[in-house]
């Protein structure tokens, strides 16, 4: 019954008549601006078998961004890489165990995250609504191309394999995995857990725990300033990005989700464009989208579509 | 208790709390208000956390959340109903280098596990424990709270705070960071744990010093001290700190234990724990304070 409820649902979700034009120029906004990586190796944290360094590298209003990179120790002269994107509250993880499958792996930590908050750091709470009322500052704005300036990290390094790029995350990375999906081409694989940022104006109404409850905080504080927080998410919108999405993709979610509702799952998957997509909801699961028995499908995902495994998913 | 303790308990009574509390309208809601609280711990340090105090009459059950092993400091848990600050006093505690209580000193995560892990005199957790000891007593001294209805929900901490100081009735800890950590330590590649292995394999010749500081910390050396009822939230079935690893620790607390096994799912997990809260504070109706997708 939850899963035809949140089947059912119609997302309020719409998107705005000048969203490709906004983000194209925020697109040219950033490009314009210097990569200026630097990798640093980080002795603590490498082993015989994965070698690991703090990445540092320049995003758009010249907000310095910080990452992880593990490489495995013994590998190909051009890995495939995974990009692999933080929750809300959590710290960004160091990628070793992508490294012990074969993969490069960048883990970035967008603007405001620890190692990247020395220009801006709203803090926690507060970064859902840090500028909510205009678009063109809002904190969504640089910290989504802090992401997908790690796609043009990932292609700086010669030990890359270019044309076999993956990304995934779960919660907010699970959001991320989707917008950077949608506005990096280079990117052919994706693996979205209870995707967050998707069905922002459903998300406020069909659940009232944090983080969305900042947006019910915000909005019972400042009523009269509905009307600008829905215009500046709808660009912000996993779901008004997924028409754009055009690689592999896979998507799981949580029937019992308290956090992401599993409504706005499956508002997101109907609206994801790519002709290789598939759903996989997992009953008896809430924010955690079944991850025990998913990280199996998701390992064999991108076996097959960066390893070159065939018989995986 | 050890010296070691002992010696913490008694620098920490050196200094006074010295509260400030301010409402945040913010986050306060028709049927909760939440302040920002600041207070001294050991240092002396400047702690920062967020207390939310039920509308009506108490005295209320309160939830005590110690700080957690994440830069994060949250109000109350990511998906727990926000409705549940409308029944129990909540107080969440920053220690020292989380967020909002990172001036002077900022934690790196990961990082904080092993910061001064060679020396048990200066290692960092020697003033987090602390910091949450005194949470806890400031939450006691709220005249909203019912002292015969406090609980405790964390990881190691909330078990090793319930150890050294009165005042909780109820603990619900997920050990993580403490429990038999020198030999758990080599055979995961999950951090925080692999920060031990981490900083172990970089400095070979430390191992001695972190296996004597750890030896302070170890859960199950404190466990004789906690009479409080306690759920301990084991990982799954054959995962590292399952009910089977856990089991010494189960039989050394002194109060009554439930282990629950987790069933690699937040939504199973969290619903027993947040029943078990209700059941034990007396709440009847626990559906009206649950998120929406965990109601019947």
Same mark, same amino acid.
């Given at each position: 019954?939850?899963n035809?409820?949140?089947?059912? @649902? ?5 998107? *705005?008549?000048?969203?490709?034009? #906004? ?26 078998d ?14 310095r ?37 074969? @993969? ?12 990247s ?5 709203p803090?926690y ?32 390094r ?37 995707? @967050? ?6 998300a ?27 215009e500046?998410?709808a ?5 008004? #990005? ?18 992401? *509702?599993?409504?706005?799952? @499956?508002?997101? #998957? ?26 199996a ?17 | 208790?050890?010296?070691?303790w ?14 400030e ?21 050991l ?14 009459a108490g005295?209320? !059950?309160?939830?005590?959340?110690? !700080? ?8 109350i848990?990511q +998906? ?12 969440a505690?920053?220690g ?7 001036? !002077?000193y ?60 009165? +005042?909780?009735?109820?603990?619900? %800890?997920?050990? %993580? ?18 920060e ?10 430390r191992?001695?010093?972190v ?18 009822? %306690? ?10 700190l ?12 002194? +109060? !009554? ?37 965990w109601?019947?």
């Open positions: 019954m939850v035809d409820r949140a089947e059912k @649902y119609r997302s309020r979700v719409r998107k *705005p008549d000048d969203f490709d034009a #906004f983000w194209d120029h925020v697109l040219r906004q950033a490009a314009a601006i210097p990569l200026e990586a630097e990798v640093v190796p980080d002795p603590l944290r490498t082993s015989e994965v070698e690991v360094f703090q990445v540092f590298y320049t995003s758009i209003d010249h907000v961004v910080a990452a992880w990179y593990c490489r495995p120790a013994r590998r190909a002269e051009r890995t495939p890489a995974v990009m692999v994107l933080p929750g809300y509250q959590m710290d960004p993880p160091i990628p070793k165990e992508w490294a012990r499958k074969g @993969y490069v792996a960048l883990s970035v930590a967008p603007r405001g995250k620890l190692r908050n020395r220009q801006f750091n803090g709470p507060n970064l859902l609504t840090h500028n909510i009322v205009d678009r063109h500052t809002y904190a969504y704005r640089g910290f989504y191309v802090d992401t997908w300036r790690g796609i043009d990290f990932l292609l700086s010669a030990e890359v394999e270019s044309t076999r790029i993956g990304v995934t995350g779960s919660s907010q990375g699970g959001g991320l995995t989707i917008t950077t999906a949608a506005m990096r081409p280079e990117v052919c694989a994706a693996s979205a857990g209870a995707p @967050y940022l998707c069905g922002f104006t459903d406020i109404e069909l659940t009232h725990t944090y983080p969305y409850e900042e947006i019910n905080d915000y909005l019972r504080l400042h009523p009269e300033r509905r009307a600008e927080v829905e500046t998410v660009y912000f919108d996993g779901i008004n #990005f997924a028409d754009r999405i055009s690689c592999s993709i896979i998507v799981n979610i949580g029937l019992q989700d308290n956090v992401c *509702p599993p409504e706005t799952g @499956y508002a997101l #998957f109907d609206r994801i464009g790519a002709a290789n997509k598939r759903l996989y909801p997992y009953a008896g699961h809430g924010h955690d989208a079944g991850r025990a028995r998913h990280s499908v998701a390992d064999a995902f991108f076996a097959r579509h960066l390893l070159g495994r065939e018989g995986s998913l | 208790m050890t010296s070691y002992n010696d913490v308990l008694a620098a920490l009574a050196l200094y006074p709390a010295r509260p509390i301010e409402a945040l309208p913010l986050r306060s809601t028709a049927f909760a208000t939440l302040y920002g609280v600041r207070l001294t711990s240092g002396p340090y400047r702690l920062f956390g967020y207390l939310s105090i039920p509308a009506g005295p209320f !059950p309160a939830i005590y959340y110690p !700080p957690k092993y994440q830069s994060v400091l949250e109000i848990p +998906g727990t109903a926000n409705l549940m600050r409308s029944r129990y006093v909540t107080f505690l920053a020292r280098g989380q967020r909002n209580a990172d001036t !002077p900022a934690a790196l995560f990961p990082g904080l596990l092993t910061d001064g892990i060679d020396d048990a005199a200066s290692y960092v957790f020697r003033g987090i424990v602390a910091d949450s000891v005194r949470g806890l007593e400031f939450l006691r001294s709220r005249r909203e709270v019912d002292a015969a209805r406090v609980v405790l929900a964390g990881n190691d901490i909330a078990l090793m705070t319930a150890a050294l100081t009165t +005042g909780a009735t109820h603990v619900v %800890t997920t050990p %993580t960071l403490f429990y038999q950590t020198a030999e758990l330590a080599p055979k995961s590649h999950a951090y925080p744990l692999e031990i292995n981490d900083y172990l394999h970089l400095y070979p010749a191992a001695e010093a296996r004597r500081t750890l030896a302070h910390y170890d859960l199950l050396g404190l466990a004789p001290r906690v009479t409080a009822a %306690t759920l301990l939230m084991a990982g799954a079935p054959s995962t590292l399952d009910g089977a690893a856990l089991r010494p620790l189960a039989t050394a607390l002194r +109060g !009554p234990v439930t282990v629950y096994e987790s069933q690699q799912s937040l939504y199973k997990d969290g619903l027993y724990s947040e029943r078990w809260m209700a059941g034990q504070c007396g709440i009847a109706d626990v559906q009206s304070i649950l998120p929406e997708h109601r019947d």
